[in-house]
């Protein structure tokens, strides 16, 4: 975890009182949480992005490409160049809880080389690499244009 940058740790919404009537509980609220949690959220303000927007949203599943309907084409050809090929092929399951925490972690400052967390994500209770090079080292792929 990056020490550089403090945290809150306070909570700052919780449930809503009881009424006393039970009501089955809905597929968009069951999964949210329902106070801020520092292990899965940088901030308060990630933890908001997260419960009034990303939660709510569905994630679009990656495709298959069938690279063998490329190979003798440019596609093809820059895949192969490139040693895309593990890159391209089936994707894995994704685990949509937390790609929306991903998504709800991202800061403005990605970009900003000024900025103490740049270029890194938050999640579950430490910093992530997340740059172009960290994605390639990740695959095993060279840095090409």
């Known amino acids: 975890m990056d020490d550089t940058m403090p ?15 039970r009501n089955a509980p809905s597929k968009k609220t069951s999964k949210q949480p329902v ?10 303000t990630a933890w908001l992005v997260y419960k009034n927007d990303t939660s709510i949203r569905n994630i679009i599943p990656e495709r298959r490409m ?8 440019l596609l093809g050809q820059v895949i192969a160049r490139n040693k895309w090929k593990t890159f391209v092929v089936t994707p894995h399951v994704a685990y949509v809880e937390i790609v929306k925490e991903f998504y709800a972690n991202i800061h403005y400052d990605i970009e900003n080389p000024d900025h103490p967390k740049y270029r890194k994500v938050y999640m579950r209770g430490q ?3 997340f740059s172009p090079l ?5 695959y095993g792929l060279d840095n090409t244009e």
């Not at 069938?66 to 084409?73: E, G, I, L, Q, Y």
């Open 35 to 44: 106070t801020y949690d520092d292990n899965k959220f940088e901030t308060e």
């Open 66 to 73: 069938v690279t063998s309907d490329f190979a003798n084409k």
């Open 134 to 138: 960290a994605i390639l080292r990740y």
């Open 7 to 21: 945290r809150s740790k306070k909570p700052t919404q919780v449930a809503e009182p009881s009424s006393g009537k």
């Open 127 to 129: 910093y992530i690499p």
